[in-house]
């Protein structure tokens, strides 16, 4: 019999346990022995799951308090100096300080930056490296986590986030070095790790190196062949792991490493199983992922078994059978989803249901007649017909509008420095205009507001008084912090996508469908099931009445068709650009009529530009060109005086700065502040002649940053970009946050604006 497994499995929780666990630790109102039950008990309930699927192995070292490569820095015991020269690395409370800058125990400090996982919505925890660092054996937490697997009786492999991979995505702090010179001594910790996983009598452990799809430079793919050497393990048997795209120039290399096993994507690179196979020795195992790990369309099993046929016929039980990624980017179990009709959720998996739907293709394709299989079978056919053929998916009025686009329909009329000359007219602005991103602080009355509006236990009419009065309360706010320019606060809105796809035609939604986006951080990504159109306003009642309640300048807030697109589920029948250019259509039907109620800034967030770039540096211009089209259909409409913003964050911006610049955003905001402002060194390499507001205050950590830190930031920034396109800012937006917290740093931030004017005066 040939072997159903899952790279990974969501740590969250069906309800997620994991995220109210941590952040009632994180209160006081949860103790840490309590804390680390919980992480426990979902372990096991998860591992249950996966065994009741019909998987042959479960998945060990995938659970983490915050993030699986933070794990992997205190494995290494790669913990910056200001956390402290000795701190414990078996600490969950170090690990948090590193994540959040604090913790219910030791000293707070600067978080460690934080940055998206490949081009996904899942952020990770950069390492820090350092010349000369050392590394060592620090935390045994996977071992730990394998014995108790064993101890309950499950069949467990460990996944282990490979050393290349670790190293490549880490981050050089000081003095510049080749970061290759720091792999033996990692090297050496994961060969006692991976002794002490034999020492239980592991038989096989994952190891993902996902980096093996990107450009690598020579010297990283000669790495793998040392790397590799080194870690064979007699008595244990590795499966080295790779997603998200086709191995890179480096198949020959790849299959011949001195490994037991190889796991290969074929939803994101189908074409790469031919290579594969005509390549891969005789005596080891190819895992094939053929379950999409990142979305929660029900698979095409009969497609499938076909695409299989004749490697099954070469390979027989050496070919496994797997999602193509970890399940960490799907939702949890389908069955919590009690109120989507028969038809849409007749068309989708989460990922208990990827699992079996993992165990069915194996079963099939080893010829197992039982008449359950045939029962799943019928249903993937059933789910494949009905969505080729369901009136939710096409609209002839969308497409058509999307086919007449024209050039001029992503072009403002005039050049930046005429429109910034209109502007500055239009809205006599201070140098340093101060402003913040958007949101704030998102009480437990407004959720419950919202919450029970939802649930038709409180009329419309009484929402919509409750918001507004929260919309004058955030309104006086921020007059009486002083901020140039306002937001209306997005008290109605539950996330910055999911909101808007609310109110768009095409888009479908889950009650329970979270996925995390970084430590409690849980989003709700909607599902893009047909050709999108907005029906009506979604926003311009809301900022119409911000306005009236304020002389200063009010900002419209949107998300940007990008972001809506990257951070939703994807339809699989058409191309991204295709559901991106009918998003940008709909937004500029928002922003011209934002525009006509008398807003006259206008914030348009693209913090997903970067992330939805292709792996290969080859299909980068491909994607970044409609990408900015679609950016600029979305703001093109309006007049030269609305002055457009946009918002990006936790992003690189050297290889991609030309493109940012062709946005021709008015004024972009960055995060810069976990960065120490070296963000900037790409717009100031390349010259970038709009205006920018590089983020004064790390919103993702609760410290209140000192104000002579903002003030230095400000006056670095000053160095590289002229004085008079500077903004303030926070990083991004303040949802997340307490009010008290909000104002003690904003209050800040305007006293560090008024001291920078006075001084230039």
Request: charged content about 25%; glycine content about 6%.
């Amino acid at each position: 019999m040939s072997i159903a497994h899952s790279l990974g499995f969501p740590r969250i929780g069906a309800n997620r346990e994991l995220k109210k666990a941590q952040e009632a630790y994180w209160k006081g109102d949860l103790d840490q022995p309590s804390l680390l039950s919980e992480g426990k008990q979902l372990r096991s309930q998860h591992w249950q799951l996966q065994k009741e699927a019909g998987l042959q192995f479960v998945s060990t070292g995938d659970f983490a308090w915050y993030d699986q490569m933070l794990n992997h820095s205190l494995m290494l015991g790669a913990i910056p100096a200001r956390f402290g020269d000795h701190a414990d690395c078996e600490d969950i409370d170090t690990l948090f300080r590193m994540a959040r800058g604090r913790a219910p125990s030791g000293e707070s400090a600067a978080a460690c930056e934080m940055t998206k996982w490949f081009d996904t919505n899942y952020h990770y925890i950069v390492p820090e490296l350092y010349k000369g660092q050392s590394f060592e054996l620090s935390t045994t937490r996977l071992v730990e986590e394998t014995r108790e697997a064993i101890d309950q009786g499950f069949n467990p492999k460990p996944v282990l986030i490979g050393p290349l991979t670790w190293l490549w995505l880490g981050k050089i702090k000081g003095e510049q070095f080749d970061r290759l010179t720091l792999l033996d001594e990692i090297i050496d910790v994961y060969g006692k790790v991976m002794s002490r996983l034999a020492e239980l009598g592991v038989e096989w452990v994952q190891i993902d190196e996902p980096i093996l799809v990107l450009d690598l430079p020579n010297e990283w793919k000669q790495a793998f062949e040392t790397t590799y050497n080194k870690l064979q393990n007699k008595d244990l048997k590795i499966l080295l792991a790779t997603y998200f795209g086709e191995l890179n120039g480096t198949t020959t290399t790849v299959v011949n490493l001195p490994v037991d096993g190889l796991h290969i994507d074929l939803v994101r690179a189908p074409n790469q199983l031919v290579t594969v196979l005509d390549r891969l020795p005789s005596y080891k195992v190819l895992s094939v992922g053929v379950i999409n790990g990142r979305n929660i369309w029900k698979a095409d099993i009969n497609g499938i078994i076909e695409q299989l046929h004749d490697a099954k016929a070469r390979l027989g039980n050496r070919l496994w059978i797997a999602p193509s990624c970890s399940l960490l980017h799907s939702p949890v179990d389908l069955e919590a989803e009690t109120d989507l009709d028969t038809e849409l959720k007749s068309w989708f998996a989460f990922a208990v249901q990827k699992c079996k739907e993992v165990s069915v293709v194996q079963r099939l394709l080893d010829g197992d007649q039982d008449e359950s299989l045939q029962s799943d079978l019928q249903q993937s056919n059933e789910a494949v017909r009905s969505k080729q053929t369901s009136s939710r998916v096409h609209n002839s009025v969308v497409q058509q509008r999307v086919a007449a686009i024209t050039t001029g329909d992503d072009q403002r009329p005039s050049s930046f420095e005429s429109r910034a000359e209109l502007q500055k007219g239009a809205l006599k602005l201070p140098l340093f205009p101060t402003t913040t991103i958007g949101s704030f602080p998102q009480t437990a009355d407004i959720r419950r507001q919202r919450r029970l509006f939802k649930q038709g236990k409180l009329s419309e009419a009484i929402y919509v008084e409750s918001m507004q009065a929260e919309i004058r309360d955030t309104v006086k706010r921020q007059e009486a912090l002083g901020l140039d320019v306002l937001v209306h606060g997005e008290a109605e809105r539950n996330d910055m996508v999911e909101y808007f796809g609310e109110q768009l035609d095409g888009f479908a939604f889950t009650k329970n469908g979270w996925v995390q986006s970084y430590g409690s951080r849980c989003v709700k990504p909607p599902v893009i099931i047909g050709d999108i159109s907005r029906p009506e306003p979604m926003t311009v009642a809301w900022s119409r009445f911000a306005q009236q309640q304020t002389d200063k300048p009010m900002k419209g807030m949107l998300t940007g068709p990008v972001t809506i697109l990257c951070w939703s589920f994807l339809r699989e029948d058409v191309g991204r650009q295709t559901s991106c250019e009918q998003l940008a259509l709909a937004l500029r039907d928002e922003v011209v009529e934002l525009e006509q109620a008398g807003i006259g800034i206008i914030q348009i967030d693209e913090p997903a530009i970067r992330e939805g770039l292709p792996l290969r540096k080859e299909d980068w211009p491909e994607y970044l060109n409609w990408a900015v089209k679609s950016f600029r259909i979305s703001a093109s409409g309006v007049r030269d005086e609305t002055q457009i913003h946009t918002h990006m964050c936790y992003s690189e911006f050297n290889d991609i700065i030309e493109f940012v610049a062709a946005m021709d955003a008015d004024v972009i905001t960055i995060e810069t502040s976990r960065s120490d402002m070296d963000l900037l060194d790409a717009f100031e390499a390349f010259s970038y002649p709009n205006a920018i507001g590089p983020g004064v205050y790390d919103i993702h950590s609760p410290n209140v940053p000192d104000k002579s830190w903002m003030k230095q930031l400000i006056q670095k920034a000053a160095k590289k970009i002229p004085a008079d396109r500077l903004w303030i800012n926070p990083d991004c937006g303040l949802k997340t946050r307490d009010w008290p917290e909000v104002e003690l740093a904003l209050k800040s931030m305007v006293t560090v604006a008024e001291e920078l004017r006075a001084e230039l005066a």
